[in-house]
């Protein structure tokens, strides 16, 4: 059974940095894409930057410049550094991942994905 653990969220100072770790656990191999998305109150969950297998990654078109996606595959865990933190950051970060085997790309769209962490806050206050 695949788990996704999120961490590293907490409160910052607008103009902070965060970098948000995501887990992996269950599968049997490492054919499969990540991803990071957000959900503030009220809003729709946003897709914020994806890596597929081969270290390929894709990101938010606004975003990219504060963005940094990574994977270290020998620890099946995600990265996402976010940079200069503004107050309209704060949301619920979620980790996400498709089945294995995957072959293809990635993507930021939220039905590209199977399973889902149950996220970690982020708060930025000026």
């Known amino acids: 059974q695949v788990q996704l653990v999120e961490s590293g969220g907490g409160s910052v100072q607008v103009g902070g940095s965060l970098t948000l770790s995501c887990v992996a656990s269950g599968y049997t191999n490492r054919q499969f894409s990540m991803a990071w998305f957000r959900q503030a109150p009220g809003k729709e969950r946003e897709g914020l930057a994806c890596v597929d297998r081969v270290n390929g990654t894709a990101y938010h078109d606004y975003l990219r410049d504060r963005l940094a996606i990574s994977r270290d595959f020998a620890k099946d865990t995600l990265y996402l550094q976010i940079k200069n933190l503004k107050p309209d950051d704060t949301a619920m970060y979620f980790c996400?991942?498709?089945?294995?085997?995957?072959?293809?790309?990635?993507?930021?769209?939220?039905?590209?994905?199977?399973?889902w962490g149950r996220g970690t806050q982020v708060t930025v206050s000026s």
């Open positions: 996400a991942s498709n089945r294995a085997p995957y072959y293809g790309g990635c993507a930021t769209t939220t039905a590209f994905y199977d399973y």
